[in-house]
Every structure is written in structure tokens, then in C-alpha cells.
């Protein structure tokens, strides 16, 4: 089969520009939905899953999904403490962290609107065992002091919170000594201070979890059917990194769920647009479909010229849509944690899997808009042409 030459396709796209630059307009902006739904899915799965350490173990009471309800008493964390496994430090200590959850009401820094945040007590061991939390101004908290060190997100986002400046939160004074910064990961969002102070604050008599780092990765398994074993215990232990992962789960789906939807909903109007544009074209070019057929092109080859036609006009709104998309990395945004009910900071992430996904959507926009009129535009024969020019 002799095909139409593919400068003929594109020659007749530039002759209709304006109607050309109308319908990708339409596609562009759908598929701009459409990327940034899967950008921001993206980006908050790395912000999750970069919050947890792979050698991490963090223990939460048994069917807890979170630390704001899980409960840990006192006497099960030194239970835990004198677990086998755990992994020391230069001076001999045991690194496990005994630490606890709470949310607080917070106004934002420009609208003043409340927004949750979580708090949360630890020790300079909890620093410790998560290296990717540094400091980049001021100093740690000193322990039985109502001193706190804020994630970047929270000091950029809410009020109050650069240094020096206090804050209220359960009737007692807090004064901001420190922000660090997490490496995007979900503690740029929390407020930390002493476990025992949030604790006493707070009215808490239990700990939310015991976060500890192991000697070895393989000694997991045994901890975790040592606390399994023990009825007295009633607890939970997870790698740290699968536990922050399994949270962002019911986070991406909802949000793709929704925004995919949308995106579905808004590609109709597009693949219609597509539609009215290639039965247009097919209506105005009757004669010359007639001449292609006269040259003894087939059937087939005139349905492939139209359908290209479609296709190129997605494969322009494609790329438009998805560069429009990529400058979303520069916005910092935040959304609730569903998890949690705290606020959580996280940037659009583009990927090439996230372009790959776009642009063979933006396709498929093409082909369903464009096949009917041009498979109706192949059906035309010699004489029906030469009678309707």
C-alpha cells in the first residue's frame, strides 16, 4: 500500500493553523491536568517514602495505622529497650528513640487560616538515628526545656516560627531554637521538641511509638517474631521505610482516583473538539480527497493521512500540556495527610514515567477523536468525491 507522504499530513495542519492551535489548546489543557495529578501523586510518594530509613524499626501498639493512635506504655519500651539487635553509638548507648504524636491548630503564615501540625516529642537519639534531618539554623532543642527546633515547610508556611519567636501550644510557651531541614521528606512538615515535656504538656501518660536503628538489617525478622511472640507486648514492628511507604498509599490513589477522573471528564470535551475539528476538514476537502484517491491511493492510506492529522494535533498538545506541567516543580504546595490530619509539604515530581503515561494519553485523545472522521473520510469513493466537490 502506498502511503500519503507525512509532509502532505503536516502541510494541512499549518494551512488550517488557527483551528489547529485551537484544538491542541483543548488537548493541552487536559493533559496539563493530567500530568499534574500524576506529578503530585509522584511527589507525594518521595516526600512518604523519603521519610522513613531503610535500617529503621518503628514499633506502634498492634492495628494502630498511625502514630496519633497508636499507645505505648512504659513498661513495654523498656521491654523493647533491652531488645537484641539495636545498634549503638561511639559512647555506648542503645539507639532507640521513645517518642510521641500529638496535632496542634496553627495559623498559616499568610492567610492566617488554622492548619494541623504535628509535634513531635523525641530525643537527640530520634536526631540521631535519622540522618537526613540536619540542622541549617540555630541549635537542638536541650532536653526538660520547652525549647522546639520546626521542619522547613512548617517555618516557611506558618506563623511564628522563625527564631526566637514562641508559639502556644497546650497553655505552655514554646520557643523556636532550630529549623531543620529533612531532604523533602515528610519531617519538614513537624515541630519538634522534648518527648518528656510534650508529654507532661500534653497530659500523656503513654508513648505514641518507639523508633530504634538495627545493628543489621537481618536482624529484623527475629526482633519482629520476638515481639510477635511476647503477649505481653501487643505491639507491631515495621521497617521504618515500609511503614512511611504503605502511608502514602491511600494518599496517591485517593488523589489519582480524583484527579484521573477529572481528567477524564475534561478529555471528552477534548476528544469532541478533535472530533468536530477532522469531520471539518473532511467536509472541506472532498476534492482533494477524490484527487488522492484518482492517484491510486487506497482506502486505507487516505484514513491513515486523517488519523495522522489527529494524531499530530495530540502529539502537539501533548507536549505543550506536559512543558506547561513541568514548570509545576517549582511550586511548594501542601495538602492533609489522611493519615495524620497534619499538614503535609510536598513538590510536584516529574518523572519520565509521568511524561511517558501523559503523552500516551494525549495520544489516545488523538486516536479516538480523529478515527471516526477519518475512517469515514476513507470510505469516500472516487465519484461520491467528484459528485459532492
Not at 513495654?76 to 496535632?103: W, Y
Not at 510536584?348 to 473520510?377: D, Y
Request: contains cysteine; glycine residues 10%.
Amino acid at each position: 500500500m502506498r502511503a500519503i507522504p507525512l509532509s502532505y499530513v503536516m502541510r494541512n495542519l499549518w494551512v488550517r493553523r488557527v483551528t489547529t492551535i485551537l484544538t491542541a489548546g483543548g488537548m493541552a489543557l487536559v493533559v496539563f491536568v493530567f500530568a499534574t495529578v500524576l506529578m503530585m501523586s509522584e511527589g507525594i510518594n518521595e516526600t512518604m517514602v523519603a521519610t522513613g530509613q531503610p535500617d529503621n524499626v518503628l514499633i506502634l501498639r498492634k492495628g494502630a495505622g498511625a502514630e496519633i493512635n497508636s499507645a505505648i506504655t512504659r513498661s513495654q519500651a523498656s521491654n523493647l529497650d533491652a531488645m537484641p539487635g539495636i545498634a549503638t553509638d561511639n559512647q555506648g548507648r542503645r539507639l532507640v528513640s521513645r517518642e510521641v504524636a500529638v496535632l496542634n491548630n496553627l495559623p498559616k503564615r499568610d492567610t492566617l487560616e488554622m492548619a494541623n501540625v504535628t509535634l513531635r516529642g523525641t530525643s537527640e537519639i530520634g536526631l540521631a538515628i535519622r540522618p537526613q534531618v540536619k540542622l541549617v539554623a540555630g541549635r537542638m532543642f536541650r532536653p526538660g526545656t520547652s525549647e522546639i527546633v520546626v521542619g522547613r515547610a512548617v517555618a516557611r508556611g506558618f506563623a511564628n516560627m522563625s527564631l526566637g519567636h514562641t508559639i502556644t501550644m497546650a497553655g505552655r510557651e514554646w520557643t523556636v531554637v532550630g529549623i531543620f531541614d529533612a531532604e523533602r521528606s515528610g519531617f519538614d512538615s513537624e515541630i519538634w521538641g522534648d518527648v518528656d515535656q510534650v508529654m507532661q504538656a500534653f497530659r500523656r501518660a503513654v508513648y505514641a511509638s518507639i523508633v530504634f536503628k538495627l545493628a543489621s538489617i537481618e536482624a529484623f525478622n527475629g526482633i519482629r517474631q520476638a515481639i510477635a511472640d511476647d503477649p505481653q507486648l501487643q505491639l507491631d514492628a515495621k521497617l521504618e521505610a515500609r511503614f512511611y511507604a504503605e502511608q502514602s498509599e491511600g494518599m496517591t490513589k485517593f488523589i489519582k482516583l480524583l484527579g484521573l477522573s477529572l481528567s477524564v471528564i475534561f478529555s471528552i470535551g477534548a476528544i469532541v473538539g478533535a472530533m468536530i475539528t477532522m469531520f471539518a476538514a473532511v467536509a472541506s476537502r472532498i476534492g482533494e480527497i477524490g484527487t488522492l484517491r484518482a492517484l491510486g491511493f487506497r482506502r486505507e492510506a487516505v484514513l491513515l493521512a486523517f488519523l495522522g492529522e489527529s494524531l499530530g494535533l495530540a502529539l502537539v498538545g501533548g507536549i505543550v500540556g506536559l512543558m506547561a506541567a513541568s514548570l509545576m516543580q517549582t511550586v511548594n504546595i501542601s495538602t492533609l495527610n489522611y493519615q495524620t490530619f497534619a499538614e503535609m509539604a510536598f513538590r510536584f515530581k516529574f518523572t519520565w514515567n509521568v511524561a511517558v503515561q501523559t503523552m500516551s494519553f494525549s495520544l489516545l485523545m488523538g486516536f479516538l477523536g480523529g478515527f471516526v472522521p477519518a475512517w469515514r473520510a476513507g470510505q469516500l469513493s472516487i465519484i461520491e468525491c467528484l459528485r459532492q466537490a
